[in-house]
T-cell receptor, first 118, second 113 residues
């Protein structure tokens, strides 16, 4: 149980294009999903919290107009990197929280999406 | 300032040795999770601890949550090459109001055969 998928697993794009990454909870409903970014040899940095049916909450320093997040259903959240530039190249990981109960803060992570902007 | 200080950052030991990874903070956490991440993959949950003083065991891995819920440790006995990976502690600050997890910088563990 608690499986999270991401698509695509990797993407290469030209500078200036937009890239959409999907995050799905496969066997549970997730009212809250999270988007993280990870640079090589570093830990995960939270970018934004995505709540179903409402606007995402972005962490300080994360441009909401550049990283568009949509959480249209209880099983799907999308992250769109708009007008991508080489500095946006990174490993993007989503997670979903299994709501309710004492373990409600536990998050289950997707396999990640490697983005390379040329 | 790193909210969760994880140490050591890098550790390379021989197969069969024991090791301990520490995760410390000045803040109180309502819960704390330990994850293991392989290169190019997302973190995989190992354990969640929620009660101060709690000890959980997962085969050769022993996890402990400090009494004050400000620190945690991961102890591996008789390490094996398959234990190689990045170990991350993460938690939610009690009463912090933030939903996302705060991660430590991670411990890169290499077990040499």
């Amino acid at each position: 149980g608690a499986v999270v998928s991401q698509h695509p697993s990797w993407v290469i794009c030209k500078s200036g294009t937009s890239v959409k990454i999907e995050c799905r909870s496969l066997d549970f409903q997730a009212t809250t999903m999270f988007w993280y970014r990870q640079f090589p040899k570093q830990s995960l940095m939270l970018m934004a919290t995505s709540n179903e049916g409402s606007k995402a909450t972005y962490e300080q320093g994360v441009e909401k107009d550049k990283f568009l997040i949509n959480h249209a259903s209880l099983t799907l959240s999308t992250l769109t990197v708009t007008s991508a530039h080489p500095e946006d190249s990174s490993f993007y990981i989503c997670s979903a929280r299994v709501g309710g109960g004492i373990l409600q803060e536990t998050q289950y992570f997707g396999p990640g999406t490697r983005l390379l902007v040329l | 300032t790193q909210l969760l200080e994880q140490s050591p950052q890098f550790l390379s030991i021989q197969e069969g040795e024991n090791l301990t990874v520490y995760c410390n903070s000045s803040s109180v956490f309502s819960s704390l999770q330990w994850y293991r991440q392989e290169p190019g993959e997302g973190p995989v949950l190992l354990v969640t601890v929620v009660t101060g003083g709690e000890v959980k065991k997962l085969k050769r891995l022993t996890f402990q949550f400090g009494d004050a819920r400000k620190d945690s440790s991961l102890h591996i006995t008789a390490a094996q090459p398959g234990d190689t990976g990045l170990y991350l502690c993460a938690g939610s600050v009690a009463g912090g109001g933030a939903d996302g997890l705060t991660f430590g910088k991670g411990t890169h563990l290499i077990i040499q055969p």
